[in-house]
């Protein structure tokens, strides 16, 4: 459940971006399956390890990813110890009085795909048959045997049905072996239900770069540019996108002898009398425009560390072509601790380190790289979804007359962007256990805009808000609007970061809005008339395997619903000036998720009319049906390769039309006239037709009602014919 973003690619260099939303934080995950190392004895009565995870167990359910975790945990209990479905066997299958339960087998969690987790939900069991003590591991893959584990924590949970939570530092992770240390000394192991929670990020996590060039000569492969960025030159990992920057910077240092980060000089002289030139070039790429305000860099000890550089954000990969703009000088220590580079929030793809100063080695040498969600600056708003997060304002800034219409000098602020999935309302609060100053909440319609609504305290003064002993929490309730974009700023009133005496500047803000964007889902799927409309999937996900028949990994999509008005044909075409992105078109007689069938699919439109055509390719989309009135038709359309940027697209948006045909326009071209009639005689007498054959009624026989029913549309058209 990493944090997912997306921005304008013309959201450059404190232009500000579109928001996505991010997938939720700290709600409750479901895996999708567990097995385990004991002997299922009663494994054909049902009673296996993936009772385990099937909600089975538990007093109540959940909607994973939705949920929120630790309310539900600490809510819900198991189903107690009479419930055999959670039964196993010791590893030896030993499953008489006598029977021994080994230590050291395991329960392996799959989590169906890698997601940032912090946390176990445990139900146990009662009596001498629960685990009373376990280490947990973290994996890439679901074998505990082969050495490929991290541990995130060693536990010892209570004999009880009740829930409970362990929590361990935020990892990214696909497999959780639970490996069994403790037994109450029973002849059965039994457990009733486990679930994981989705790592709740910081608000200014650290994010890794996807790639690193070079204009300096990287002649030793083996320790190629990739190592400064993929945390292998780091003393102890990250969650990209969660893990909070400033915290990790100061606490994690870079490896030592690593010779995975030895670069070359620009001219490839690495022997002792070589000479490191300066003016060299490091490009980082974080795969997307982003809102960034710092670099986090870990140096080299000695005469081989970059003792000085230029940092340059720009819109492409391209350090010479001058379309940079300068982020600052700094003098970095010849040091392997963590530093921080701070800067003006900025939006950019690429940063570029220019090196300016080095420490006179033969070698140019470096551990590691990343970045700092920005957030100081509406313009560089951070960009969150229906989750919590972790704030702290202590490094923030602000400006006089930066404050909130209903506080006191509340000049240091941070700001968040929230796009609704749907219409509905959005809350934003900061009630919550980790706030740590007096705040103040705003929403804005744009940055420098209208001010929505203002909260310093919570309306009712409930305990939640209440912090030593006062209501100085905040919250806010406002209507949004389908795929709009609102900026959130969180400030402390009177600019005191020292409320509560810690001085730690920190706050917990929820964001709980609608939860289904429209048309995402079939069963939410948008009507649609004989019309034409323009949509957006900048902010629709997709399933795998939820493509469609005649095209390739198109999953992130959108439904659409279509009631028919008349017996007849239809035109479906995305083949419409407002189409930006290679599209797929596909129908359903019902929604999949009601068995529906699919009836016909197009990728690129068979014939590719000229407005079909999408920077010089026929990449639009084009169906023709029959329908019977009062039916209903879901229409599906897809991303050709979930890739808005492939074959000259240029947006997320598309323009569908849908078109009631005229049967009697014999050739098609969109008029009912004299031509009609002469092209289809010419069929008729011929024997041919547009389909090879001249059976206009379509009742699977080429006969003279054909010609009775084609003479009867044209001199008393159906009104379709007369538009």
């Known amino acids: ?239 990209s996108g969660v893990t909070d920057f400033n915290a990790y910077i100061a606490s994690v240092i870079g490896g030592g002898g690593n010779s995975a980060h030895v670069l070359a000089n620009s001219n490839g002289q690495n022997q002792p009398n070589g000479i490191v030139d300066l003016g060299g070039t490091f490009t980082i790429d974080l795969g997307a425009p982003t809102p960034i305000d710092a670099l986090g860099f870990w140096n080299r000890e000695g005469n081989e560390a970059i003792s000085a550089f230029s940092l340059y954000a720009d819109d492409d990969n391209d350090f010479t072509n001058g379309t940079t703009a300068s982020l600052g000088s700094y003098v970095p220590l010849l040091i392997r601790a963590g530093q921080t580079m701070a800067f003006t929030p900025t939006i950019t793809r690429y940063l570029h380190i220019e090196v300016t100063g080095h420490g006179g080695g033969n070698w140019i040498r470096l551990n590691e790289l990343a970045v700092r969600m920005a957030g100081d600056e509406c313009e560089c708003a951070i960009p969150v979804g229906n989750e919590t997060v972790l704030g702290n304002l202590n490094d923030n800034s602000g400006s006089t007359g930066d404050d909130s219409s209903c506080a006191f000098n509340d000049n240091i602020d941070e700001w968040y962007c929230y796009t609704a999935l749907s219409d509905g309302t959005l809350t934003v609060t900061t009630c919550n256990p980790g706030s740590d100053i007096d705040t103040v909440l705003s929403a804005f319609d744009a940055c420098g805009g209208v001010e929505i609504i203002c909260n310093d305290d919570t309306v009712g003064s409930p305990i939640e808000c209440v912090l030593e002993g006062l209501n100085r929490l905040s919250t806010i309730s406002f209507a949004v609007v389908e795929k709009t974009t609102y900026y959130i700023r969180v400030s402390p009133f009177n600019d005191d970061l020292d409320f509560t005496g810690s001085g730690t500047g920190a706050y917990e803000i929820t964001f709980a809005g609608p939860t289904v964007s429209t048309g995402d889902e079939c069963p939410d799927a948008v009507a649609i008339g004989e019309e034409c409309i323009v949509r957006d999937l900048s902010l629709n996900t997709g399933s795998t395997g939820d493509d469609s028949s005649c095209a390739f990994n198109d999953t992130i999509d959108e439904w659409l619903v279509y009631t028919a008005s008349a017996d007849g044909r239809i035109r479906i075409t995305t083949c419409k000036p407002g189409t930006e992105f290679d599209t797929t078109l596909s129908v359903f007689d019902d929604c999949p998720e009601n068995s529906g069938a699919e009836i016909i699919c197009n990728d690129d439109t068979v014939g590719a009319p000229a407005a079909c055509d999408l920077s010089g390719l026929n990449r639009k989309s084009t169906v023709e049906i029959d329908v019977i009135n009062g039916d209903q038709y879901f229409i599906r359309v897809g991303v050709f390769n979930d890739d808005f940027t492939q074959q000259g697209a240029f947006g997320t948006n598309y323009e569908i039309g849908i078109t009631l045909l005229c049967p009697c326009d014999w050739n098609g071209d969109g008029n009912l006239n004299d031509q009609d009639f002469f092209d289809w005689a010419n069929d008729y007498f011929s024997q041919t037709g547009p389909q090879g054959n001249f059976d206009f009624n379509g009742d699977g026989n080429q006969n003279d009602q054909d010609w009775f029913d084609f003479v009867n549309c044209f001199f008393n058209p159906p009104p379709q014919c007369l538009n």
């Not at 009596?127 to 924590?153: M, P, Q, R, S």
């Open 1 to 239: 459940m990493t944090r997912t973003t997306m921005f304008s690619m013309g959201a450059l260099l404190g232009v500000t971006g579109l928001c996505a939303p991010a997938l939720g934080q700290g709600e409750i995950i479901q895996p999708v399956s567990a097995s385990t190392s004991y002997v299922e004895l009663f494994s054909g009565s049902g009673v296996v390890a993936g009772n385990l995870v099937d909600q089975s167990g538990l007093s109540a359910p959940y909607t994973s990813g939705v949920t929120d975790f630790d309310t539900f945990v600490a809510a819900e209990d198991g189903a107690g110890s009479s419930n055999f479905d959670h039964l196993l066997a010791n590893s030896n299958g030993q499953n008489q009085p006598n029977g021994v339960v080994d230590p050291g087998g395991t329960i392996t969690l799959d989590l169906g795909s890698e997601i940032a987790i912090d946390a176990l939900a445990f139900w146990s069991e009662t009596g001498n048959e629960a685990i009373t003590a376990f280490n947990l591991h973290a994996d890439d893959d679901d074998d505990f045997t082969n050495g490929g584990t991290t541990l995130l924590g060693s536990y010892s949970p209570a004999a009880t049905v009740d829930g409970q939570a362990f929590s361990f530092d935020a990892v990214s992770t696909r497999y959780v072996h639970m490996e069994v240390t403790g037994h109450g000394g029973g002849n059965w192991i039994r457990a009733n239900e486990m679930a994981v929670r989705a790592a709740t990020p910081s608000s200014k996590p650290i994010l890794q770069p996807t790639d690193v060039t070079s204009s300096y000569n990287t002649g030793f492969s083996p320790f190629g540019l990739g190592n400064v960025f993929d945390q292998s030159g780091l003393s102890s990992p990250y969650v």
